[in-house]
């Protein structure tokens, strides 16, 4: 049976097409040993409230970042980003029909004191996975000893993982060389996220949120099939790539 794989950077409460090329997979790839990205979504992401999309971002300390991994990365600390990530979540989404089925979850995620970036990311990630039902194999960069870069990184995960098929994002398309990985036999695929829309708080409904907005406003065995609707699913995209 043909492998899927895919591979991204940590992301602290991603949004929902994070979790549906996940999904695509068989083995999904923590892109860990990389180097961060400053205003990227590794440690920031979005959650509405009544005057529109704002902001929570882990702060970490910039000194050197060009020549740490993800992993290396610490969190500065000296902000308190905990209390304010909480209470803006808090008070944002408190009358959410969902708010207290995972309340807890955050309320002691945002009590613990978190040093290292990526150690806090997976916790979240973890949760968020095992939550919505997505039974993809996780595996991390660092633990399969990978130190290739950019397309060739991709090309390698490819070989240790035993897989011929990999999923880019929809900006993989503007760098992505296919015919350097047609002559690897490896064949790539690009996701194109339809995005859904659901009930949410507050007027005009806003995409490309963190999961969280999704988790807060609708009921726990829709999550997974909301992400998914109107989007293909691995058994269709195996259909497809092997057709």
Excluded at 88 to 104: C, M, R, V, W
Excluded at 201 to 223: A, C, H, I, R, T
Aim: net charge neutral.
């Amino acid at each position: 049976m043909a492998k899927i794989v895919t591979a991204h950077q940590p992301a602290y409460l991603p949004w929902l097409g994070f979790f549906h090329k996940v999904a695509l997979a068989d083995e999904f790839v923590i892109l860990d040993d990389v180097q961060f990205e400053k205003n990227s979504f590794i440690n920031r992401n979005k959650i509405k409230t009544t005057n529109g999309p704002i902001w929570l971002t882990i702060p970490v300390r910039m000194v050197g970042h060009t020549r740490k991994t993800i992993t290396e990365i610490e969190i500065n600390n000296d902000v308190d980003w905990r209390s304010k990530h909480w209470k803006s979540i808090y008070f944002n989404y408190k009358k959410a029909p969902y708010f207290d089925t995972y309340s807890d979850f955050f309320e002691d995620f945002y009590r613990r004191d978190w040093t290292c970036l990526y150690d806090a990311i997976e916790h979240t990630l973890l949760f968020l996975l095992d939550l919505l039902g997505i039974k993809t194999v996780i595996r991390r960069q660092s633990e399969l000893q990978i130190n290739s870069r950019k397309q060739q990184l991709i090309l390698d995960i490819c070989d240790k993982v035993g897989s011929k098929i990999f999923v880019f994002g929809a900006l993989g398309k503007d760098y992505a060389d296919k015919e350097f990985f047609n002559k690897a036999a490896v064949k790539v695929v690009f996701q194109d996220y339809n995005h859904p829309s659901y009930p949410q708080l507050w007027g005009q409904f806003e995409p490309y949120l963190s999961v969280v907005d999704l988790m807060f406003n609708v009921e726990k065995q829709k999550l997974l099939d909301t992400i998914m609707h109107d989007n293909i699913t691995r058994e269709e995209l195996k259909a497809e790539v092997l057709t």
